[in-house]
């Protein structure tokens, strides 16, 4: 089994419908995130999570929230779908420290028209 | 501001040695990853470089200078499942990544 699971896989949604995307680990990592990948762009990191009661904005957050249900789950919401964040789009965990490498989820490929 | 330079696409022989180059200017720096990357998939962790100096993990080593902003990624004996993209991120001071775009690597016969 995974350890970093996300759902769903692909989804397609039209534009303005909210949606979320839920992410689950068994790592026991204190650190979770939320990147969006798109052709020929680095990742960028939507928000983060160094505890259950710490939430972080990332680079660009506009459009999207998070919730951190438990240690174990990081949900990603667009409250108001646009074509524009069409994308893949990554949940990552890590240890403690900032260098500690990132363990991805196999991402959830999102299509909004 | 933060910038993260590598080549968009290479392409090598299989059983050959190909360098994968990245140059970053980053506020404060913290240390280098490279990731591993295949179509459709999550990326993987292949090393970290906070010293100066070359670290070897079989047919993988990365390489980093500090002082000239650079690292490299050498594969060795490359084999077709090497085909992919190799992501490079450095870690500023405050311990954020700053990503780049990605190399791809294709391997032919």
């Known amino acids: 089994d995974a350890d970093v699971t996300q759902t769903p896989r692909n989804r397609i949604t039209k534009t303005g419908k909210r949606i979320m995307l839920e992410c689950s680990q068994t790592k026991g990592h204190d650190r979770m995130y939320w990147y969006r990948q798109d052709p020929g762009l680095g990742l960028r990191l939507i928000y983060y999570?160094?505890?259950?009661?710490?939430?972080n904005k990332g680079e660009i957050s506009d459009g999207y929230s998070v919730s951190r249900q438990a240690q174990a789950k990081f949900s990603l919401s667009l409250e108001s779908a646009i074509p524009n964040q069409t994308a893949l789009y990554f949940c990552?965990?890590?240890?403690?420290?900032?260098?500690?490498?990132?363990?991805f989820g196999n991402g959830t490929r999102l299509t909004v028209t | 501001g933060q910038n993260i330079d590598q080549p968009t696409e290479m392409t090598a022989t299989e059983g050959a040695i190909v360098q994968i180059n990245c140059t970053y200017q980053?506020?404060?720096?913290?240390?280098l990853f490279w990731y591993q990357q295949h179509a459709g998939e999550a990326p993987t962790f292949l090393s970290y470089?906070?010293l100066d100096g070359l670290e070897e993990k079989g047919r993988f080593s990365s390489f980093l200078s500090r002082s000239k902003g650079y690292s490299y990624l050498l594969l060795k004996e490359l084999q077709m499942k090497d085909s992919a993209s190799y992501l490079c991120?450095?870690?500023?001071?405050?311990?954020?990544?700053?990503w780049g775009a990605g190399t791809k690597l294709i391997i032919k016969p």
């Open positions: 999570s160094f505890d259950v009661k710490d939430i």
């Open positions: 990552a965990t890590s240890a403690g420290q900032g260098s500690s490498p990132l363990h």
């Open positions: 470089n906070v």
């Open positions: 980053t506020s404060g720096f913290n240390g």
């Open positions: 991120a450095a870690l500023d001071s405050n311990y954020q990544l700053i």
